[in-house]
């Protein structure tokens, strides 16, 4: 892959993949893939994702220009072995199995896959049934994450929801009846309005489903959802940070109780079974990511798709049709990127790394970069050592209990100062 | 020109009466303009001024007329239009021997135009009454000529009406200019004296001072001298208003002009001084002057420390141009380095706030505005007193005055009630009032109403409320009285136990308390939590008069992971931290700027 100009005019440098020194023990030539879905069959209320309500007809166009990104990237990813591969979205869960089925053998058949890889898919309780259930399982499909969110329906219905709590414990067990044994739900926590009680209940019921997996996100009232205008109308009050920080506290405690593992701030696991993928993103090792709006680190880049599913076809047609003509040309359909300087490089492996309970490993750090934490940021790991927020155990600097719900207070502080405007970037 | 060829005048009225409209018909209908690509209004120049609807700086022009075949030089000098700049008003009207009365036909006499037609009457001018906008639908020229014959008592044919905007009546307007208004009366043999009525900074130039020549001649071979300021100076060029400046050789008698000084900042040269030659000059100045008086003085701080010097650079410049602006060094622990301002009055404060940033784009915290108090200390030595926290300890205060002013107010009658109200609420007292529609007595007629009330109760969102509470309709003048004995107290603020100077106050000792805890739970509302519990007392010589709470923060945090968007996720950051960036450290806790201006919110 030659020179490439994006719309944008960030041009991906793709260097071979050795020269890219990531990671403190896993070997640098593995990679996450993601493929972003963007349909859903109603927006929720919350959701400040790139998805995207009553653009079902653009699905079939969108698969085909899917497997021909997949196809795009293969020459570059030769070197590396995928790990992970991940159907996020929007709602993954409405593709039909045919495309599936098409898009998992693309994978397979353009990428060199481990023999043990972790293939997730996000689901929504309403488009499963049986039958689709077994059909992804026999497609390797190894991993669910459900979006449950509340089992209140009225709760629910506050993050207009399109399904019941009933239906919630339906799909936990048809997904088991079909074959999954790792299964992830998703909830979230610090409703408006929601008092500490009635999130144990949604809490203490989900563990009733026994998941291998937990995430619990607080809520945030993100600019642009149907939510934000509610509540900057004043038809609904701001969530309250103080129950949240209870309820999250209950939570951690309850949690370990019951046997999970608290692994990255807002996720938990049974043990040996956090999530492989996710865990790329908080370590900064190299994932692709295809399909709209998707991300990606990749050759010591950050890049990203352009969001808008239509424009995303379009685009990768006009790549593919370049290429038919010259043989090489423009990755279209990257919006954007940038080249982190060292400086951010070093601050993502912080703020990423202080994400996950286990912190960051200062002597690994000091392999990566050639420098200690210490010496980069010291006065801000003093500092916030000093008022609880960060603490040390041994090579590991980890944030606190209390830290973990102020963790912004310290990353601010781990920010590099800004740096000159990439020329090429955005 | 012969001194009977020469008319000198100004045009009063009321903002938006049309003062602007009518100099550019007059202006078009003589000969004053060379180029004709004129902008509209040609006399209000700064963008600010047309953005506020008034104008700031006088300015002034020379116009050729022409009646019965006689060449007449009319020299219109603008005027400031409102009520901080009534001194500058004054010195305007002083250079002229007459001036146009302009009142719209819809809205009728209010309170500052009358405020400047009794000025007017005091300096003798003759008023020639322009009833304007005649061409409105809703328009009363023949109620408001009567509100001009019963309140000011002109005789009904006197009284003129006009269109600014379609020009009808321009001519006679001028016409009457030269038929009634007298020639100047100087002395073109006596010792120079020419009146300042206004100044400006020019880069090459320095200081042009706007001159009306009172006695006298100046013709620019001799070097003057100021009077009142004892500072001598070379004219390095003198002429007229066209209404660019153009060089003349001499400026005679009773004519209108600029004399460029060369001096360097127009505090050398106050308006209403007197101009003559250096040697063999007039011994004794034109009467009127008066000494710059700001009234009102808050501290300007720059947001950051490092653009320190750049608001003094700033200052300088703006003071080059503008000499009732007052400043010193000051600083304040929780603020840094910055400026204690003084200001004519609260417009004029706004006006240099938003020069300041607008035109020098520096980021500002301004404290709450504070009046001059005369404190007598039990020692019986004096001091002056316009900052918080040079107010003496209690026990060493055995009096404290401070500034009254007397208040003018024009509104409907129906809406007194509402203005006695607020007066009221302000400490103020009711004096007079009189209806300026002597014919009419329902509630729409015109009431003038006299008030007196302690200045430091009108700086703050007294106006908008005098608005607010009579449906935009009352206008309002006010003017310096004297001091008078006040109960007031030093509010202190501490922000986790620490003082913080710059969100003290003097207040009424009676609501001192009411006060404190107002002020403490805006503060409660306006500091975001930090790490830690912050409390927030309000405090009266050492007594605690208030307290709150501001709780620690809990939870910041970024839960979802956003599917490997980094980048998302660092801007989020990045904008948190830009945020914290603008807000003020005192001691550990940061403090955004409008905390500062709390103690404005304190009526809410
Ligand atoms: N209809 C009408 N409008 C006028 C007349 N004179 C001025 N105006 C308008 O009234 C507004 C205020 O006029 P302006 O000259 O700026 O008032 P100033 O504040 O006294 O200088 C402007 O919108 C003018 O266009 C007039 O004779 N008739
Ligand atoms: S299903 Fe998921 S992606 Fe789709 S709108 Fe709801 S929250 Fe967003």
Known sequence: MVVQRTAAGWVPRLLPPHAACYADSVSADSLSLYLHIPFCTSKCGYCDFNSYEGLGHLAPGYTEALLHEVELWAPAAREFRVDTVFFGGGTPSLTNLDDMAALTAAVREHYDIAPNAEWSLEANPTDLEGEHLSGLRALGINRLSIGVQSLHDDELELLERAHSAERVVEVVGEARDAGFDNLNLDLIFGLIGQPLARWQQTLERTLELRPEHLSCYALSVEPGTALHYRVAKGELDEPDPDIAADQYEWTRTRLSEAGYEHYELSNWARPGQRCRHNLTYWRAYPYLGLGAGAHSLFAGQRFANVDAPNRYVE??????????????????????????????????????????????????????????????????????????????????????????????????????????????GR | ???????????????????????????????????????????????????????????????????????????????????????????????????????????????????????????????????????????????????LIDIIGFDPDQILF???????????????????????????????????????????????????????????????????????????????????????????????????????????????????????????????????????????????????????????????????????????????????????????????????????????????????????????????????????????????????????????????????????????????????????DDGDSRVLAEYAAPLSEILVDFYDQLKARTQGYASLDYHFEDHRPARVARLDVLVNGDPVDALSAIIPREDAAAKGRQLTSALRELIPRQLFDVPIQAAIGGRIVARETVRAQRKNVLAKCYGGDVTRKRKLLEQQKAGKKRMKMVGQVQVPQEAFMAVLRLRD
């Open chain 2, 1 to 147: 020109m012969e001194l009977n060829r020469i008319r000198n005048f100004s045009i009063i009225a009321h903002i938006d009466h049309g003062k602007s409209t009518l100099a550019d018909r007059m202006l078009e209908a003589t000969d004053a303009i060379d180029v004709r690509a004129m902008q509209n209004q040609l006399l209000d120049q700064m963008e600010l001024e047309r953005e506020k609807g008034i104008t700031i700086k006088a300015q002034a022009v020379r116009m050729g007329h022409t009646v019965d075949g006689q060449p007449y030089q009319l020299n219109l000098i603008d005027t400031p239009g409102h009520v901080d700049f009534s001194y500058e008003v004054s010195r305007a009207l002083a250079a002229c021997e007459g001036a146009i009365l302009v009142v719209d036909a819809a809205q009728g006499i209010q309170a500052q135009t009358l405020a400047n037609v009794y000025l007017a009457m005091e300096l003798d001018l003759t008023l020639i009454p322009v009833v304007n906008k005649i061409d409105l639908p809703v328009a009363e020229p023949e109620r408001v000529a009567q509100q």
């Open chain 1, 315 to 424: 685009a990768i047609e006009e790549t593919r049709e370049e290429r038919r003509r010259t043989g090489s040309g423009t990755l279209r359909q990257i919006a954007g990127g940038e080249t982190p300087d060292e400086a951010t490089l070093q601050a993502d492996a912080m703020i990423l790394g202080l994400r996950l309970i286990d912190g960051v490993s200062t002597a690994g750090f000091e392999r990566r970069f050639g420098v200690a934490p210490d010496a980069v940021f010291g006065e801000a790991i003093e500092r916030h050592a000093g008022l609880g927020l960060l603490e040390r155990d041994g090579d590991r600097l980890r944030l606190s209990g209390r830290g973990l719900l102020l963790s912004n207070e310290v990353f601010i502080d781990l920010l590099p100062d800004p740096p000159e405007p990439d020329a090429a």
């Open chain 2, 162 to 440: 006009a269109s600014a905007k379609s020009g009808d009546g321009v001519n006679e307007i001028l016409d009457a200019i030269v038929e009634h208004i007298p020639p100047p009366a100087g002395d073109p043999r006596a010792p120079l004296r020419a009146l300042v009525f206004d100044a400006k900074y020019d880069p090459y130039k320095g200081v042009l001072v706007y001159v009306r020549v009172v006695d006298g001649r100046i013709d620019g071979r001799r070097p003057l001298r100021l009077m009142q300021q004892q500072r001598r100076f070379e004219p390095l060029e003198l002429g007229t208003f066209r209404p660019q400046l153009s060089p003349l050789g001499a400026l005679e008698t009773g004519e209108v002009g600029y004399v460029a000084t060369g001096l360097k900042g127009v505090n050398e040269s106050r308006v209403g001084e007197t101009v003559t030659v250096d040697r063999a000059g007039a011994e004794e100045p034109l009467p009127g002057y008066r000494p710059a008086k700001p009234m009102v003085f808050a501290g300007v701080y720059p947001t950051d420390a490092e653009a320190y010097r750049r608001l003094r650079e700033a200052l300088e410049r703006l003071s080059l141009n503008d000499a009732a602006l007052q400043w010193q060094p000051e600083s304040s622990t929780a603020l840094g380095f910055g400026f204690r301002c003084g200001f004519l009055g609260l417009l004029h404060m706004e006006i240099i706030q938003e020069r300041l940033e607008r035109e020098f784009g520096l980021e500002l915290i301004t404290t709450a505005p504070s009046v001059e108090y005369e404190v007598t200390r039990t020692d019986g030595s004096e001091v002056l007193v316009d900052s918080p926290s040079e107010l003496p300890p209690p026990n060493e205060i055995s009096e404290i005055r401070e500034p009254w002013v007397s208040l003018s107010v024009t509104v409907p009658a129906r809406y007194l009630g509402a203005v006695m109200g607020l007066i009221e609420e302000r400490r103020g007292e009711y004096r007079k009032h009189e209806y300026l529609d002597h014919a009419a």
